[in-house]
């Protein structure tokens, strides 16, 4: 953001004008704590996440088992579906997403552009997993099935380390935590 160096770990800050995310070092993170400080251009991407056991999101209409939402600043709630491509984007029904919405305050909740809610259907283990999560997070997750995708349906090493992927989210964010 500012050009100073930032280590392995830092935070991220979302460009609303640039429409990306930008790495901060240190003290761009903690100026952008105060939200007024991005002048509605720049906003600091937290840093918890938290499951949200027994809620489905079905009635979505998501073709495939592994998507992320994210909500705009209008409004609108956007699917995002990870490839070995990047993402493919697509619009969600408002009312479908008010349903879910109303069995979930969590998504009632979800920080517009910085958040997202995470879906895995797949985990074999506990029938699917899904996360309100740093939308950094997420773009964590479709740079890992960029990297080790194979084939048509990615081979059996991009499952595993969507798996590890899933198992680090537990270990960060199932934790209490005093941040953000």
């Known amino acids: 953001m500012c ?10 800050v979302w460009d609303e004008q640039g429409g990306e995310l930008m790495c901060a070092c240190t003290p761009c993170s903690l100026l952008f704590e105060r939200e007024s400080a991005g002048a ?13 056991p027994d809620l489905s999101a079905d009635e979505l209409g998501v ?19 990870p490839s070995p491509l990047g993402t493919t ?4 029904d408002a009312g479908a997403w008010r349903a879910v919405e109303a069995r ?3 998504l009632v909740e979800l920080m517009p552009r910085v958040e997202a809610f995470l879906v895995w259907t797949g985990n074999p ?13 997420c773009f964590r997750l479709v740079a890992l099935i960029r990297r080790h995708w194979t084939g048509m349906s990615g081979g059996s090493a991009v499952w595993r380390e969507i ?3 899933f198992d680090e989210l537990g270990r960060r964010h ?7």
Request: glycine share 12%; charged share 30%; no cysteine.
């Open 3 to 12: 050009a100073g160096p930032v280590g392995r770990e830092h935070r991220h």
């Open 40 to 52: 509605g251009r720049y906003q600091l991407v937290p840093t918890r996440g938290r499951r949200l």
């Open 63 to 81: 073709p495939v088992g592994l998507v992320f939402f994210v909500k705009q600043r209008d409004g609108r709630v956007l699917a995002h579906y």
């Open 89 to 92: 984007e697509s619009e969600i």
């Open 104 to 106: 979930s305050p969590e």
């Open 125 to 137: 283990r506990d029938g699917g997993e899904q996360w309100v999560v740093p939308v950094d997070d």
């Open 163 to 165: 798996s590890r992927f």
């Open 174 to 180: 199932d934790r209490p935590s005093g941040n953000d």
